[in-house]
């Protein structure tokens, strides 16, 4: 974390990766006009908060800025595809769509880690970032497997279609089991937030639309293992591809 309008500033110029930058609701002035334009151009998280929520997070002269630095450097599709394919490799992509538990997140990239998943890709805005409570959670997993943080869901679902990747969203809206779908060759995975799922612009562009049955009363699966049932069913059917 830091705090103050000059330092945060200094620390975007230096290229740090920041997860969230805290603004003073209605702070006004010469350097935070210097800030914004600093910010500019560059895909970072702002949000406009009251004096109190700054306190709470530290009583020192904050001026009405606070940064959180990020826990990883994040990395980016773009370069991880054709690496991938470069290597002989099929990709396997997890993204989170709207997705804002950390705890949930962790696990996902515990479950990710151990499954061989290429990497994991959240979006910049409106979603988990990386920090100590996720990578707890994670056993160390999110300092391993590759986290892209990338401008939106939309777009990183239209860049993995266009690489040849195949992308299965779940949804209990769906009519197709999860069991009864082919995962071969390059697959992505995309997985909703509990409450809302994953946002319908989003499902309307993934290739196959995917369920997993729920035959009690609770109507859904924690997401986190959703994932870990789907992740392995990818799994399986890859590795049976290759033994047979």
Do not use: W
């Amino acid at each position: 974390m830091i705090f103050g309008i000059r330092a945060v500033i200094e620390a975007i110029q230096a290229g740090k990766e920041i997860d969230k930058i805290l603004v003073k609701k209605d702070l006004q002035g010469e350097l935070v006009q210097e800030l914004f334009k600093v910010m500019k151009g560059r895909d970072l998280s702002l949000q406009r908060v009251p004096i109190e929520r700054l306190h709470r997070i530290t009583r020192k002269n904050h001026q009405g800025v606070i940064a959180f630095i990020s826990s990883i450097t994040y990395q980016r599709l773009e370069d991880i595809i054709p690496f991938l394919y470069e290597q002989g490799k099929n990709p396997f992509i997890v993204l989170l769509d709207g997705i804002t538990d950390v705890r949930n997140f962790g696990a996902i990239a515990r479950t990710c880690e151990c499954a061989g998943v290429d990497a994991i890709v959240i979006p910049s805005k409106g979603s988990v970032t990386v920090n100590a409570d996720a990578i707890k959670t994670s056993a160390g997993a999110l300092h391993i497997i590759p986290v892209c943080k990338e401008k939106n869901i939309n777009q990183a679902i239209r860049y993995l279609k266009e690489c040849g990747v195949k992308v299965f969203a779940a949804s209990e809206k769906a009519a197709e089991n999860y069991t009864c779908v082919s995962y071969d060759g390059p697959v992505a995975l995309v997985m909703g937030a509990e409450d809302t799922g994953v946002s319908t612009e989003n499902l309307r562009i993934c290739d196959q639309i995917i369920k997993i049955p729920i035959l009690g009363t609770i109507q859904s699966l924690n997401v986190s293992v959703a994932t870990s049932v789907l992740v392995y069913e990818v799994v399986r059917q890859q590795m049976n591809e290759t033994t047979h």
